[in-house]
């Protein structure tokens, strides 16, 4: 979105007819994204809010929203200009565009609310429809049936059959226009569901999520969630998520993370009338302020005093603008967490200024209670707001899956450091997904019990004061696994530099909290490893060898204190700096043990000044891997992305199996595209979306994948900024960033 400013802002430029209707995304956080959608009125950038406009009450001027505020496309009603002649007669002349003094987009509903208000609509299914299309929207709704939140089961899913039986019809009348197909489903999450599956079917361009102003109303914001939960997941990832009638900004945050698109509110104008400001820490009245909650340059010459004193039809413009600066203000931002990867973070700060959404962020991030777990077990306990909010129904375990899908939408390492925000950090998606990662792909050097010594009690790096105590353990103790513990979880010496684990930005008694044993078996079962005897080591002492060689005796793994010949060190260290190549090719690039060893079986490696692993080099002298300072990552080269392709027997294929347990062990995931994409991407140009013919279903947005010809060829590598379900359905965008040359062949 624009800066604001005081200047006329050009009008602006329509689409190329090929890209009429479509949809892209630009940045990803999981589900969330930035993205652009294509209209003969301009490019709508997403995240985005469209006013809602009453053509017969205009508290803010359309011309104004575009030319000062920089809004790209606004809201408003077909039924109302539809009902009023005046209003019909000036928008079919001469277009919705000119009766509103409006550029941009507009987007048009079809009265489907005003039934909700006050009953029923006195316009036909296609008659709105062919209106709408006869006065220029860029984007039509269909008259749908509005589910409320107290209709019975039956009634609800008779308003979800009865929408999608009039979509087909809708969108012949469209004749082309860009058509809204809405969700209903009430607060069942079956019906949701159902609706999301049967309007996907159709080829609508945008899905609002219809029948949630109640819901909001009453502050039920679990429900709201829950209903997103059902919804997102159905939809074609290909077309945006439209939130109908929601905007007040204590929500986007939350919303966004859980993969809305748009956004549409009177709520600007409608508290102003009733002066009343909006704010991302919730509602506030002017009667009550002394200074403003957030200043924004409507109010700089004003105080709240200064304008309890203005006339009602005065104050009320100002603060419908103050309004609205404040909710654009917040959606920046929020856009700005989706640039920075930090959007869930944004969403846990925004849910303490509500107790209904505090309750909804904790229900959503927070595994439900045992199944079969009696209340009777709970009604003597004080449980903290966490526990308090687990599930406890016997059908709480069903939005689970639901939850997994977000999470493995997410991409596990950030570029930054991984700011606490208390408890409700662990629960954040992506360090979730890099648990899960972690678990499910690396494996301890003995595939049987085993000593384990935990260091605990400093925060990283570890490698300069550890290193020396883990190649004389190495050597001492070879059976002794070596792990880490960090705020967010266990992992292995061998990846202590990995983020998020070992980039954690908080206090430093984070490290130093007493660990609990059967905790800590509960986390190394589910990462293989089943321990005979448990030792923690507080690596915060000043001798610490000495410390761990009276630890390892007390337990009797050692019968004297460690000492090492320096003489042995350099082959010790070696040995840890491939183990550490291993793991991480292992974890980070999915290649099985087997793979990777053959990988590095006769690499050598060029130290940095600190002592770290700069460039793996292959048998030939040839660079082929780098360990990422940054993120503790891997960047592979083009003969890197050769040697992988080489772990690889078969082609990627979008009809492989979709079970994610049979995945592990796979490499890098593959896309395919078609040959006439080849020369280029061998020059180096990046993978465009309607390009793509098949793609490894382990394909994450923000991981590293191989691109093959149809042919079986490697002809690059990259970064992809998709998953496999968005590969093939999005027809507009980058899909992989490009990081390699193959316009030179090489041996």
């Known amino acids: 979105m624009p800066a604001w400013s005081d200047d006329k802002r050009d009008d602006p430029q329509p689409c190329r007819d090929a890209d009429q209707g479509k949809f892209e995304t630009t940045v990803r956080d999981g589900r969330a994204r930035i993205g652009r959608i294509h209209t003969q009125h301009g490019v709508l950038e997403t995240p985005a809010l469209l006013p809602v406009i009453n053509p017969n009450i205009r508290t803010i001027e359309p011309r104004e929203m575009w030319d000062r505020y920089g809004i790209q496309g606004l809201i408003t009603n077909s039924y109302i200009i539809w009902k009023h002649d005046d209003l019909k007669q000036h928008a079919v002349t001469k277009g919705v565009h000119d009766l509103l003094n409006f550029p941009g987009v507009v987007m048009t509903d079809s009265g489907t609310f005003q039934s909700y208000m006050y009953g029923d609509v006195e316009v036909g299914v296609e008659e709105i429809v062919e209106f709408q299309r006869l006065i220029g929207v860029d984007i039509a709704t269909m008259l749908d049936v509005f589910s409320r939140p107290d209709m019975t089961e039956e009634e609800v899913e008779k308003a979800v059959q009865t929408t999608i039986d009039r979509s087909q019809a809708s969108l012949d009348s469209a004749q082309g226009v860009m058509l809204n197909g809405p969700i209903q489903g009430g607060i069942y999450r079956h019906l949701r569901k159902t609706s999301a599956q049967g309007m996907g079917c159709f080829d609508f361009s945008i899905h609002p999520i219809g029948g949630i102003v109640p819901i909001m109303e009453q502050h039920r914001y679990k429900d709201l969630v829950k209903i997103m939960l059902a919804t997102i997941g159905e939809l074609p990832p290909e077309r945006p998520r439209h939130m109908f009638g929601c905007g007040h900004p204590m929500l986007f945050a939350m919303l966004i993370a859980l993969g809305a698109d748009l956004f549409d509110s009177a709520a600007y104008a409608l508290f102003a009338r009733d002066d009343r400001l909006l704010s991302p820490q919730g509602t506030y009245r002017i009667r009550e302020l002394k200074e403003w909650p957030e200043l924004v340059p409507c109010v700089v010459n004003y105080t709240p005093e200064n304008v309890r004193e203005l006339g009602k039809e005065e104050r009320t413009n100002l603060l419908a603008r103050y309004n609205l600066e404040v909710t654009l203000a917040e959606l920046s931002r929020c856009k700005q967490a989706v640039h920075e990867g930090t959007i869930w973070q944004l969403a846990e700060q925004r849910s303490h200024q509500h107790p209904a959404l505090r309750e909804a962020f904790l229900w959503l991030t927070t595994r439900p209670f045992p199944a079969g777990l009696s209340s009777d077990v709970l009604d003597d306990l004080i449980l903290d707001d966490r526990s308090a909010a687990r599930e406890l129904h016997p059908s709480g375990g069903i939005w689970e899956d639901d939850w997994s899908k977000i999470v493995a939408m997410q991409t596990p390492r950030r570029k930054k450091g991984e700011r606490w925000g208390g408890e409700d950090t662990r629960s954040r998606p992506h360090i979730l997904a890099a648990r899960k990662q972690l678990q499910k792909r690396w494996r301890p050097r003995s595939s049987g019990p085993t000593d384990v010594l935990i260091l605990n009690g400093k925060p990283g790096p570890w490698r300069q004061r550890c290193d020396l105590l883990v190649l004389r353990l190495a050597h001492a103790a070879p059976d002794l696994e070596v792990l880490v513990q960090t705020p967010l979880g266990l992992i292995p010496y061998s990846l202590e530099d990995l983020n998020p684990f070992a980039q954690v930005d908080g206090p430093t008694w984070l490290w130093k909290r007493r660990l609990n044993t059967l905790l800590l078996r509960e986390e190394l079962h589910r990462m293989n490893l089943e321990a005979d005897r448990i030792l923690i080591l507080d690596i915060g002492q000043e001798s610490l060898l000495q410390a761990a060689s009276n630890l390892l005796m007390k337990h ?50 060029v130290i940095g000044g600190t002592g770290r692993v700069k460039n793996v080099i292959d048998k030939d002298g040839k660079h082929i891997l780098s360990p990422r300072l940054t993120d503790g990552g891997l960047s592979i080269t083009d003969l890197g992305a050769k040697a992988m392709q080489q772990q690889r027997s078969t082609v990627a294929s979008s009809s492989d199996d979709k079970d994610a347990s049979s995945w592990t062990g796979k490499g890098l995931p593959q896309l395919v595209v078609e040959e006439d994409a080849v020369e280029f991407i061998l020059r180096g140009r990046n993978v465009f979306h309607g390009f793509i013919s098949s793609c490894d279903p382990w394909l994450k947005a923000g991981q590293a ?31 992989v960033r490009t990081r390699s040359d193959f316009s030179k062949s090489f041996e």
Do not use: M, W
């Open 705 to 735: 994948c191989l691109i093959l010809s149809k042919k079986g060829k490697l002809i690059g590598h990259g970064i992809s900024r998709c998953d496999a379900n968005e590969a093939t359905r999005f027809k507009k965008g980058i899909a």
């Open 556 to 605: 009797g793994l050692l019968e004297e204190p460690i000492h090492v010949d320096d003489t042995q060190l350099p082959q010790l260290r070696e040995a840890l700096r491939r183990r550490q190549i291993l793991d991480k090719l292992v974890v980070l690039s999915n290649l099985t043990y087997e793979n990777a060893a053959l990988l590095v079986h006769s690499c050598s490696f």
